[in-house]
Antibody, heavy 117, light 112 residues
Framework: EVQLVESGGTLVQPGGSLRFSCAAS????????MVWVRQAPGKGLECVAS????????FYVESVKGRFTISRDNAKNLLYLQVNSLRADDTAAYYC??????????WGQGTLLTVSS | QSALTQPPSASGSPGQSVTISCTGT?????????VSWYQQRPGKAPKLMIY???KRPSGVPDRFSGSKSGNTASLTVSGLQAEDEADYHC????????????FGGGTKLTVL
């Protein structure tokens, strides 16, 4: 059974940092593109970062470029998202998901980030 | 503001059909076959329902169908059931951002 389990969400003050983790199992993680998708309260989905199977290519939506870093450890089947210089509009549920041919077959349950003083 | 435009709400009675639209541009929906639809129930993760405009993953009922015309994609749910009540999100390959995928704002489907 494919499983993606995110962790790391919490309450952070503006300007703060944290790292999300996503533990993958039940599939050959090292063969898949992966993405982080966020959903602000009551809003739609937004793909904020993507990474290729070997981790050599990363892409970011403009609003997080320079503040967020996506990475992966294929030996441990782990995906990460380092988020820095956090702003109130980064408040959202953050999901990790597979990304093959511009679709996401598998999603984690999400982890909630709240940015507030 | 989402890159793709969806109506905020849609509704139908059990047994009826409902169609949800997703409007983009020639830089996304209009140029690519990579349109997907996701179902999201409250507090849950999205679930892939349609990919490549009209293909269904294994296990998705054939009551769900997708199509595309020009810059607009559509999801049709036939024979509405109470369990279909959820948010539906469209996505498309997109040239407009660095990650290459754009989403719509989501449509809340209510089964009356």
């Amino acid at each position: 059974e494919v499983q993606l389990v995110e962790s790391g969400g919490t309450l952070v003050q503006p300007g703060g940092s944290l790292r999300f983790s996503c533990a993958a199992s039940g599939f050959t993680f090292k063969n898949f593109w992966m993405v982080w998708v966020r959903q602000a309260p009551g809003k739609g989905l937004e793909c904020v970062a993507s990474i290729n199977p070997d981790g050599s290519e990363t892409f970011y939506v403009e609003s997080v470029k320079g503040r967020f870093t996506i990475s992966r450890d294929n030996a441990k089947n782990l995906l990460y998202l380092q988020v820095n210089s956090l702003r109130a509009d980064d408040t959202a549920a953050y999901y990790c998901a597979t990304a093959e041919w511009f679709k996401s077959d598998y999603w984690g349950q999400g982890t909630l980030l709240t940015v507030s003083s | 503001q989402s890159a793709l435009t969806q109506p905020p709400s849609a509704s139908g009675s059990p047994g009826q059909s409902v169609t949800i639209s997703c409007t983009g541009t020639s830089s996304d929906i209009g140029s690519y076959k990579y349109v997907s639809w996701y179902q999201q129930r409250p507090g849950k993760a999205p679930k892939l329902m349609i990919y490549e405009v009209s293909k269904r993953p294994s296990g998705v009922p054939d009551r769900f169908s997708g199509s595309k015309s020009g810059n607009t994609a559509s999801l049709t749910v036939s024979g509405l059931q109470a369990e279909d009540e959820a948010d539906y999100h469209c996505s498309s390959r997109a040239d407009s951002n660095n990650v290459g995928v754009a989403f719509g704002g989501g449509t809340k489907l209510t089964v009356l």
